[in-house]
T-cell receptor, first 115, second 114 residues
Framework: DGGITQSPKYLFRKEGQNVTLSCEQN?????MYWYRQDPGQGLRLIYYSQIVNDFQKGDIAEGYSVSREKKESFPLTVTSAQKNPTAFYLCASTLQPGLATGELFFGEGSRLTVL | AQSVTQLDSQVPVFEEAPVELRCNYSSSVSVYLFWYVQYPNQGLQLLLKYLSGSTLVKGINGFEAEFNKSQTSFHLRKPSVHISDTAEYFCAVSGTGTASKLTFGTGTRLQVTL
């Protein structure tokens, strides 16, 4: 079945450590996105990529980094510079670049807790 | 830029009762509108979307929404809810340009009880 796979589902990290969240899709979608979800705040866009080897900052990119070396993969690194990293992270994709008309397909999320 | 306001953070309702989840948006340009549903500890799934045409949009699981341009609203409705409809519902808006980004509301938690 086609879809988006995020791993790990749960992750614990000590302060000062970097952590990388994996996102893989087999939908052959061009565009991929990372969102952060906090209670009562909805979803906020961290980074997005419309094509391989290219990505743009979203609304809350500080303290995060990404890469897009393959069409299928869009990993997110939460660095020690992120002041409040505890959150639920969602990866999504769309068939074509541009969110205007397309449906976002989401993974099941990764819950990061900083101890 | 666009913004979305979901007026109710939680909506409790009894099974088989009707429900309306409210969504208002703000934008200086034409918009596309979406409703997504999120079940516990899962990603979001598209319920329905308004791009153009008929202002009454039907989606999955018996939900529908009506686009009201004069009131800048896109309320979600279902005539009879089930226990399985318990979830978080997000309204989202984007501009119609190809470079538009999707802006989400803060969500409404629908709690259906017997």
């Amino acid at each position: 079945d086609g879809g988006i796979t995020q791993s790990p589902k749960y992750l614990f990290r000590k302060e000062g450590q970097n952590v990388t969240l994996s996102c893989e899709q087999n939908l052959n979608h061009d565009a991929m996105y990372w969102y952060r979800q906090d209670p009562g705040q909805g979803l906020r866009l961290i980074y997005y990529s419309q094509i391989v080897n290219d990505f743009q900052k979203g609304d809350i990119a500080e303290g995060y980094s990404v890469s897009r070396e393959k069409k299928e993969s869009f990993p997110l690194t939460v660095t020690s510079a992120q002041k409040n990293p505890t959150a639920f992270y969602l990866c999504a994709s769309t068939l074509q670049p541009g969110l205007a008309t397309g449906e976002l397909f989401f993974g099941e999320g990764s819950r990061l807790t900083v101890l | 830029a666009q913004s979305v306001t979901q007026l109710d953070s939680q909506v409790p309702v009894f099974e088989e009762a009707p429900v309306e989840l409210r969504c208002n948006y703000s934008s200086s340009v034409s918009v596309y509108l979406f409703w997504y549903v999120q079940y516990p500890n899962q990603g979001l799934q598209l319920l329905l979307k308004y791009l153009s045409g008929s202002t009454l949009v039907k989606g999955i699981n018996g939900f529908e929404a009506e686009f009201n341009k004069s009131q800048t609203s896109f309320h979600l409705r279902k005539p009879s809810v089930h226990i399985s409809d318990t979830a978080e519902y997000f309204c989202a808006v984007s501009g119609t340009g190809t470079a538009s980004k999707l802006t989400f509301g803060t969500g409404t938690r629908l709690q259906v009880t017997l």
